[in-house]
């Protein structure tokens, strides 16, 4: 009995068929991974131009809202400047009228003024101590910084701790009150009359009025 010859594999019909199948099947797959996506759909959106102002003309906090509400990165600094008043701008890292893009850094820089000299420092040193510890009063911190009796300070320095101290006058005045108040028993119209005198403690008639308005409470 003679034995049947096989036929080769690539004869048979369903070989073809599996081919078929499998050379569909990449080519799907080819033509997904090479689908067009739609143009910038990953690009980034251009950031948003922003024109400097000139800071020049702003005060320090007017700068910051400028700087929040223009959505800029702001450094503000101060320092001594001879040639620039306090608390005008000295300088702007990037000038007025540039183009510049939302989350861009700007540097500001204001003028603390002329910087003191040692004797200006003392006094302003001094004029700190009379307020906290003595409770007194602009105009009489002033004489006593420059008296001959007292201080001996020269006008100018004087003048440059009245300017930069930094003190509650209302609440030295209303203290003085309350000392006549307590130890003298003072009625409220003689502690005003010696608060406001230029003999007494030299307060302005607000600061007076304000510790006589506050004296009872």
């Known amino acids: ?3 049947k010859t096989k036929k080769p594999v690539y004869t048979r019909w369903w070989f073809w068929l599996i081919v078929i199948f499998i050379i569909g099947a990449i080519s799907i797959g080819n033509s997904s991974n090479n689908t067009t996506l739609p143009t910038g759909s990953y690009e980034k959106n251009a950031a948003v131009e922003v024109t400097i102002a000139d800071f020049n003309t702003m005060t320090r906090d007017e700068a910051k809202i400028w700087l929040d509400n223009n959505k800029i990165n702001g450094k503000i600094t ?4 001879n040639t620039v008043s306090k608390g005008s701008l000295v300088s ?3 000038s007025a009228n540039t183009v510049a893009h939302e989350g861009d850094n700007i540097t500001l820089v204001y003028s603390l ?5 040692t004797e200006e420092k003392n006094a302003l040193k001094k004029a700190e101590s009379y307020s906290q510890t003595m409770h007194m009063s602009k ?3 002033y ?11 020269t006008a100018e320095a004087a003048q440059y701790a009245i300017d930069n101290i930094q003190a509650d006058w209302n609440a030295n005045a209303l203290s003085k009150a309350k000392s006549y108040q307590t130890t003298m028993s003072m009625s409220k119209s003689a502690i005003y009359k010696q608060l406001t005198s230029e003999y007494g403690e030299g307060f302005t008639a607000e600061e007076a009025q ?3 308005d506050h004296l009872d409470d």
């Open 1 to 3: 009995m003679e034995e």
């Open 78 to 81: 101060d320092d001594y400047s």
């Open 92 to 94: 702007q890292s990037i």
């Open 113 to 117: 003024g002329k910087k003191p000299t």
């Open 139 to 141: 105009a009489k911190i």
């Open 143 to 153: 004489e006593q910084l420059t008296s001959e009796y007292g201080e001996g300070f």
């Open 210 to 212: 304000y510790a006589i």
